[in-house]
C-alpha cells in the first residue's frame, strides 16, 4: 500500500529564510506523482506543485522548488525567501498511476505547521 | 465558474442526529470523492465515485453512506451521527488527465461538530 510521511510536526523560519519540508513515501508502482497542498488558516487547499516519477528534473514553480531523490523516495518542499503568508499547514501527497481515466487516487502524509516570523 | 461548493460551511449536530453534506462541481468532472481531515491525521479518503454512477469505499467509510445523484454533485450522509464523526470534511473533484500535474480540486470544507 502507499503511504507518505511527514516527520515534522511543526517548523518554524525567519521572513526571507528559505526551509525545507520532508516528505518521505513508499510505492511498489513504477509509475506515481508527488503533489505538495497548503491550507491555510481559511482551510482551503491550494495545490503548489507536483513532480512526476519519471520527471528527470526536480520541479519548480516560482518560491516553490520539490527536492525529489527517487532513490531515497522522498520528496522535500522548499520555499525559498520565506513570506508572512506562508504560513500554513503544507500536505505531501502521492497519486497511483491514473493516465487515461479522470480518477486519482490521493494519499495524503499528516502534514506540517509551518510559522514564518518576522 | 465557482469550482467544487459545499454546503453547509459550519453545522453542529447531536450524537444520533442525521445529516447530508452537498457537493457540487461545475468543472465537468467526473471524478468525486469525500475527505475529512482531523488534527495529526491529515486527509483521510470517505467514499469516491470514478464516474456517474458509481461509488467505492475510501479508507474510512464507517458511518457514512454517499450518492453521486448526477455528473455535478456528490453528496455524504451521516445517518446517525457520533462525537468520533467531528472532522472538517472536504469534497474534491478530478477531470480527465490531459497533463500530469493535472490533479484534485478541493471545495472549502465543512466543519461539523457532534455533541
Known amino acids: 500500500a502507499q503511504k507518505i510521511t511527514q516527520t515534522q510536526p511543526g517548523m518554524f523560519v525567519q521572513e526571507k529564510e528559505a526551509v525545507t519540508l520532508d516528505c518521505t513515501y513508499d510505492?511498489?508502482?513504477?509509475?506515481?506523482?508527488l503533489f505538495w497542498y497548503k491550507q491555510p488558516s481559511s482551510g482551503e487547499m491550494i495545490f503548489l506543485i507536483y513532480?512526476?516519477?519519471?520527471d528527470q528534473q526536480n520541479a519548480t514553480e516560482g518560491r516553490y522548488s520539490l527536492n525529489f531523490q527517487k532513490a531515497r523516495k522522498s520528496a522535500n518542499l522548499v520555499i525559498s525567501a520565506s513570506q508572512l503568508g506562508d504560513s500554513a499547514m503544507y500536505f505531501c501527497?502521492?497519486?497511483?498511476?491514473?493516465w487515461g481515466t479522470g480518477f486519482q487516487k490521493l494519499v495524503f502524509g499528516t502534514g506540517t505547521r509551518l510559522l514564518v516570523s518576522p | 465558474n465557482a469550482g467544487v461548493t459545499q454546503t453547509p460551511k459550519f453545522q453542529v449536530l447531536k450524537t444520533g442526529q442525521s445529516m447530508t453534506l452537498q457537493c457540487a462541481q461545475d468543472?465537468?468532472?467526473?471524478?468525486m470523492y469525500w475527505y475529512r481531515q482531523d488534527p495529526g491525521m491529515g486527509l483521510r479518503l470517505i467514499y469516491y465515485?470514478?464516474?456517474?454512477?458509481?461509488?467505492d469505499k475510501g479508507e474510512v467509510p464507517n458511518g457514512y453512506n454517499v450518492s453521486r445523484l448526477n455528473k455535478r454533485e456528490f453528496s455524504l450522509r451521516l445517518e446517525s451521527a457520533a462525537p468520533s464523526q467531528t472532522s472538517v470534511y472536504f469534497c474534491?473533484?478530478?477531470?480527465?488527465?490531459?497533463?500530469?500535474?493535472?490533479?484534485?480540486?478541493f471545495g472549502p470544507g465543512t466543519r461539523l461538530t457532534v455533541l
Open positions: 474534491a473533484s478530478s477531470g480527465q488527465r490531459v497533463a500530469s500535474t493535472d490533479t484534485q480540486y
Open positions: 468543472m465537468n468532472h467526473n471524478s
Open positions: 465515485s470514478a464516474s456517474e454512477g458509481t461509488t
Open positions: 510505492t511498489s508502482d513504477p509509475s506515481y506523482g
Open positions: 513532480q512526476g516519477s519519471y
Open positions: 501527497a502521492m497519486r497511483e498511476s491514473t
